[in-house]
């Protein structure tokens, strides 16, 4: 499939699809008549810039760079969210409220992606994190593949998965009613 800018409506220079959680992707156009330009899609092709996600994501940046430590493999975006959750609750919450999150059930446009995800890969053009694509597993199996988050790639790319952190932490690697307590959605 050829997927066309929306702003120069050329396809010459528009590169791979990103992956966000749930489903979305993330598609950037470097012609340089406008600059670079980034929006959404999902499955059924709705379109939405993703530059109106720049400003709301500013305040993701440094609690979600706080949430990868330096010395360690790689680990599943899962483990960065929940991270995000117990230490920045408040924050987490918000966002929630304002996209919703798929442990309520299927949607578009969670704060999974177009808040925390597109927060992460602003982290990752500047450098200051990097990304691979591995396996979904347990809440966010539906994704089929999701990215996994270092700040120093270990030497071996080893990672850590949600089940298996979900293991060690001693909780389920499924969403739970203990998970949406205290949570509003839209
Ligand atoms: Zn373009």
Redesign the pocket.
């Known amino acids: 499939m050829i997927i066309t ?1 929306p ?2 409506f ?1 396809a010459d ?1 528009v590169l791979p699809p990103r992956r966000l959680p749930d489903r979305l992707l993330q598609y950037r ?1 470097t ?1 340089p008549i ?1 600059g670079n ?1 980034e929006w959404l899609t999902t499955r059924d092709a709705v379109q939405a810039p993703s530059d109106v996600q720049e400003g709301v994501t500013d305040e993701l940046l440094e609690p979600l760079s706080r949430c990868i430590d330096a010395d360690a493999p790689f680990v599943e975006y899962g483990i960065v969210e929940h991270r995000l959750r117990t230490r920045f609750p408040d924050l987490f919450a918000a966002h929630v409220a304002e996209q919703g999150h798929s442990m309520f059930g299927p949607r578009a446009y969670t704060a999974s992606s177009v808040r925390f995800g597109v927060a992460l890969g602003r982290l990752e053009r500047t450098g200051d994190l990097v990304s691979e694509y591995g396996p979904a597993t347990g809440a966010w199996h539906h994704n089929g593949q999701v990215t996994y988050w270092a700040r120093n790639p270990p030497a071996d790319r080893r990672r850590t998965t949600w089940a298996e952190y979900c293991a060690e932490i001693g909780r389920s690697p499924q969403w739970t009613d203990q998970d949406r307590f205290g949570l509003r959605i839209p």
């Open positions: 800018c702003k120069c050329a220079d156009c012609n406008h330009h």
